[in-house]
């Protein structure tokens, strides 16, 4: 069954560092999401994409954040400068051919800002 | 402000047993969704609905648009349905809401 894979696992970082999470989606779902979560809180939105542009993005997904396709199979989240607070399971998801599809999960990067 | 609430938080089962998780929300949806998230934090998606009821074997999700409520049902639980299930609605401006989550445990 195709599923979503996320690369790495458990990133380690310095604060104020770049990092780059990965993501494969399933092959033919054309809308991807981030989304993170901190800790012992709940899952929060960060940004859809479809069309290789942004299409809606939350409060949190602030200059410090990007995504991009860069070569029609990974779906990328930058995060330019890290914040401790930035410390979190970051999922990706995607769906299908229509926005209301069901969206399939990733197994999740745990983001850790030393 | 918590656009989706989600009771109770916490839930301990004897296996057998019926189970309902509510979830309630207070913007208007385009969609609302079940997701259950394992103890090693993978998240799956159970259900996503706009209106009535769906079944998938012995999970049912119910929705009430005038009352803005959603019902997870699980029937003859099970130790292995032990995770935390999370509401999360699609508003009309297509953003996300994510509820806390109730987290499950089914004692046999």
């Known amino acids: 069954e195709p599923e979503v894979t996320q690369t790495p696992s458990h990133q380690v970082t310095q604060m104020g560092q770049e990092v780059i999470l990965r993501c494969v989606p399933i092959?033919?779902?054309?809308?991807f999401y981030w989304y993170r979560q901190i800790l012992g809180q709940k899952v929060e939105f960060l940004v859809s994409?479809?069309?290789?542009?942004?299409?809606?993005k939350s409060e949190i997904f602030d200059d410090q954040f990007s995504v991009e396709r860069p070569d029609g199979s990974n779906f990328t989240l930058k995060i330019r400068s890290t914040k401790l607070e930035d410390s979190a399971m970051y999922f990706c998801?995607?769906?299908?051919?229509?926005?209301?599809?069901?969206?399939?999960f990733g197994p999740g990067t745990r983001l850790t800002v030393l | 402000k918590n656009e989706v609430e989600q009771s109770p938080q916490n839930l301990t089962a004897q296996e057998g047993e019926f189970i309902t998780i509510n979830c309630s929300y207070s913007?208007?949806?385009?969609?609302l969704h079940w997701l259950q998230q394992h103890p090693g934090g993978g998240i799956v998606s159970l259900f996503m609905?706009?209106?009535g009821k769906k079944k998938h074997g012995r999970l049912i999700a119910t929705i009430n648009i005038q009352e803005k409520h959603s019902s997870l049902h699980i029937t003859a639980s099970h130790p292995r349905d032990s995770a935390v299930y999370i509401c999360?609605?699609?508003?009309?401006?297509?953003?996300?809401?994510f509820g806390t989550g109730t987290s499950l445990t089914v004692i046999p």
């Open positions: 994409f479809y069309n290789n542009e942004i299409s809606e």
């Open positions: 999360a609605v699609t508003n009309t401006g297509n953003q996300f809401y």
């Open positions: 609905l706009s209106s």
């Open positions: 913007v208007g949806i385009s969609a």
């Open positions: 092959s033919n779902h054309l809308y």
């Open positions: 998801a995607s769906s299908g051919t229509v926005r209301a599809d069901t969206q399939y």
